[in-house]
Structures are given as structure tokens and as C-alpha cells.
């Protein structure tokens, strides 16, 4: 993990003028206004849950995205599908899912089922993690056809690990050049990239490419210089370039919520999503999860800059120690 940056500042002032430019800019969009130049992607769906803009995108989305990992996969094919549905149903129209989640592609596949039915009522978000530049666009040409469609809202790059990675991303005619490819080819409407382990890294790919969104790993305990630094190095940049940013880890991974008795679903989501982000991307293993998760967005009122303060004094060193250390290991399957 590369050295945190400590001369940073914190998003103390960042925040406010984000989250003021962002009220104004999100209250100027028509809810299902086609993007211009945009003629084969389908309208933008509206949604009846508390929406911002994405970014310079031109698009809207609800706060809350549903993530189609891990926790998704731990249920059965048919509840499976009947649980998205609801979620789609309910207004969680983003959908976050990659090429390696799941068994030989299940979510993508389960994705599929209710393709192209419900297409035009949803915004899915696919990541390829293949480096192999012979790979890549293989393997993207794979999850768009377990879809069932023949283009997805938002591409993204996964999981950019250190200055190693960047560098294999960044070789001729490797993963980056051909995500610039998919999108001129409109196989996807945004492009972008997650990261969940560095975000000095991450930092050095924003400043250096032009990318319409970003996923990183934000939660309580991702905050600090000691730590993965996500809130302190690489927020502030994308906030800076205007790009649409999905919250994920919101969590912990289990790392979090689950092990701490004093962080709770509701505290890390509303954490978060109190942080300069267009959405959080969230993992329901049960059902009740969806219904408590919808309740706490549907009353969502950001933390106060005092209440954020106390909250990261409460995550202390063990919560960020244990988190970064086991993200450090973490492979990003389902």
C-alpha cells in the first residue's frame, strides 16, 4: 500500500461546496431526460426514492444502488430474481454487478432473466477485472451477452489494486484504451473504475484519465491518513472532476457491521451517504435488508460535520486496522 498523503486537506469545506453545487445541479435534470447524443441508449428511469446527479453525467440516480455480489448471490436462483425485482419495483433502478460475480458469471446471467424485460426501467453498471489486454474485450463481449443486452449504463474497470496494476492497465491497446473503445463504440453509455485497496493509485488514475464515474470504498473506517485514505486522497479529486461516485464497502464487508455492537446498517449507510456521493451500492443477503435499507434512504438526512467527527473518532484504530488489513487480501468475487 503506497504512503498516505498527509498533506491533503480533509473535505471539511470540499463537502459543503459539493454537496450545494451538487442540490442545484440534480434539481436541474428532468427525471427520464434522454442525453443528448445519446439515440440508442434508452431515457433515464425515474425513480421515486431521493436521487442526485452523477456526476457531469446529465443523469439522476436514486441514492441507493442494489449490489448484485456476493450477498446477492447467497440466495437461490428464483428468490434471487424475485428480490431484484422488488428492489427494482421499489425504486433501486442502479444495478452494480461485475463479470467475475458468481459462479461462471451467475449474477450477470441472473441479470439476464429479467432482460430485456425490465431494461428500460433499470441502469446496470458491469466491471471487467481481466489485465490481459487479448482478454479484456472478450470478456466483455461475454457479460453483455449473459445480460441479454447490447449495452451497459456504466463500464468500469475492476478493482485497480497498486502502481503495478495502473501500469498493466495503462500499457497500448490495453483495458483502458479499449474502455475508451467500448465507449465511442456505445457498448456503454459511462465510463470508469473501482478501487477498494489504494487510493493513491486510484488518484494517479483519475489525474491522469479522463473518466465519467468511479467506485471506491467508503465507510467509516476508510477516512484517515492511517488507513485507505478513499474519503481524504481520492474523493476530493473526483468531486473536483465532477465525476458520478458510487459509494461500496459501505458495510464493511463484514469487517464492520456485524463485529462493532456500535455501528449499525442504518449509522454506515447514513455515513456514507453524508459523504459527496451520488449513490451507495449496498449487498442484501435477506430480505429484510432491502426493506431496512429503503427505510433508512427513504428518511435520509445527512449527518452534521460535528456528528461525521464523532463518528470517525469512534471507529478508532482497531476498525480501521482490521478493515484495511483484510481489504488488503480481499479479491473482489462473488
Given at each position: 500500500?503506497?504512503?498516505?498523503?498527509?498533506?491533503?486537506?480533509?473535505?471539511?469545506?470540499?463537502?459543503?461546496?459539493?454537496?450545494?453545487?451538487?442540490?442545484?445541479?440534480?434539481?436541474?435534470?428532468?427525471?427520464?431526460?434522454?442525453?443528448?447524443?445519446?439515440?440508442?441508449?434508452?431515457?433515464?428511469?425515474?425513480?421515486?426514492?431521493?436521487?442526485?446527479?452523477?456526476?457531469?453525467?446529465?443523469?439522476?440516480?436514486?441514492?441507493?444502488?442494489?449490489?448484485?455480489?456476493?450477498?446477492?448471490?447467497?440466495?437461490?436462483?428464483?428468490?434471487?430474481?424475485?428480490?431484484?425485482?422488488?428492489?427494482?419495483?421499489?425504486?433501486?433502478?442502479?444495478?452494480?454487478?461485475?463479470?467475475?460475480?458468481?459462479?461462471?458469471?451467475?449474477?450477470?446471467?441472473?441479470?439476464?432473466?429479467?432482460?430485456?424485460?425490465?431494461?428500460?426501467?433499470?441502469?446496470?453498471?458491469?466491471?471487467?477485472?481481466?489485465?490481459?489486454?487479448?482478454?479484456?474485450?472478450?470478456?466483455?463481449?461475454?457479460?453483455?451477452?449473459?445480460?441479454?443486452?447490447d449495452y451497459v449504463d456504466t463500464l468500469l474497470i475492476h478493482s485497480l489494486g497498486d502502481?503495478?496494476?495502473?501500469?498493466?492497465?495503462?500499457?497500448?491497446?490495453?483495458?483502458?484504451?479499449?474502455?475508451?473503445?467500448?465507449?465511442?463504440?456505445?457498448?456503454?453509455?459511462?465510463?470508469?473504475?473501482?478501487?477498494?485497496?489504494?487510493?493513491?493509485?486510484?488518484?494517479?488514475?483519475?489525474?491522469?484519465?479522463?473518466?465519467?464515474?468511479?467506485?471506491?470504498?467508503?465507510?467509516?473506517?476508510?477516512?484517515?491518513?492511517?488507513?485507505?485514505?478513499?474519503?481524504?486522497?481520492?474523493?476530493?479529486?473526483?468531486?473536483?472532476?465532477?465525476?458520478?461516485?458510487?459509494?461500496?464497502?459501505?458495510?464493511?464487508?463484514?469487517?464492520?457491521?456485524?463485529?462493532?455492537?456500535?455501528?449499525?446498517?442504518?449509522?454506515?449507510?447514513?455515513?456514507?451517504?453524508?459523504?459527496?456521493?451520488?449513490?451507495?451500492?449496498?449487498?442484501?443477503?435477506?430480505?429484510?435488508?432491502?426493506?431496512?435499507?429503503?427505510?433508512?434512504?427513504?428518511?435520509?438526512?445527512?449527518?452534521?460535520?460535528?456528528?461525521?467527527?464523532?463518528?470517525?473518532?469512534?471507529?478508532?484504530?482497531?476498525?480501521?486496522?482490521?478493515?484495511?488489513?483484510?481489504?488488503?487480501?480481499?479479491?473482489?468475487?462473488?
Open positions: 500500500m503506497g504512503k498516505i498523503d498527509k498533506t491533503r486537506k480533509g473535505l471539511n469545506r470540499r463537502e459543503f461546496i459539493a454537496r450545494s453545487a451538487a442540490a442545484t445541479f440534480a434539481a436541474s435534470i428532468a427525471p427520464g431526460a434522454l442525453l443528448a447524443g445519446d439515440s440508442k441508449f434508452h431515457p433515464i428511469p425515474s425513480s421515486p426514492l431521493p436521487g442526485r446527479a452523477f456526476g457531469s453525467t446529465g443523469a439522476r440516480i436514486p441514492i441507493l444502488t442494489f449490489g448484485c455480489g456476493s450477498r446477492w448471490m447467497m440466495y437461490e436462483d428464483d428468490e434471487a430474481v424475485e428480490v431484484i425485482n422488488q428492489a427494482i419495483d421499489s425504486g433501486i433502478i442502479y444495478l452494480d454487478s461485475a463479470h467475475t460475480y458468481g459462479r461462471n458469471g451467475r449474477s450477470e446471467k441472473l441479470i439476464g432473466r429479467i432482460m430485456p424485460a425490465r431494461r428500460k426501467n433499470v441502469l446496470i453498471q458491469t466491471k471487467i477485472q481481466n489485465r490481459d489486454k487479448d482478454q479484456w474485450w472478450k470478456d466483455l463481449e461475454t457479460s453483455l451477452a449473459r445480460m441479454n443486452v502502481d503495478e496494476d495502473l501500469a498493466a492497465l495503462e500499457v497500448k491497446g490495453g483495458p483502458i484504451e479499449q474502455l475508451y473503445k467500448a465507449r465511442e463504440q456505445k457498448l456503454a453509455r459511462w465510463i470508469g473504475v473501482s478501487s477498494h485497496t489504494n487510493s493513491q493509485t486510484l488518484a494517479r488514475l483519475l489525474r491522469s484519465h479522463k473518466l465519467d464515474t468511479v467506485q471506491m470504498a467508503l465507510n467509516v473506517a476508510t477516512n484517515n491518513a492511517r488507513d485507505m485514505g478513499f474519503e481524504e486522497n481520492a474523493l476530493p479529486l473526483a468531486v473536483e472532476q465532477k465525476m458520478g461516485i458510487i459509494a461500496m464497502k459501505v458495510m464493511g464487508q463484514d469487517q464492520i457491521v456485524g463485529k462493532y455492537d456500535k455501528f449499525d446498517y442504518a449509522t454506515c449507510l447514513r455515513y456514507a451517504l453524508s459523504l459527496p456521493v451520488s449513490s451507495a451500492t449496498v449487498g442484501m443477503p435477506r430480505r429484510e435488508h432491502l426493506a431496512a435499507n429503503l427505510e433508512v434512504v427513504k428518511a435520509f438526512e445527512p449527518y452534521s460535520e460535528e456528528q461525521m467527527k464523532k463518528i470517525k473518532a469512534r471507529a478508532g484504530e482497531e476498525i480501521r486496522t482490521s478493515f484495511a488489513d483484510f481489504m488488503a487480501g480481499h479479491q473482489d468475487v462473488a
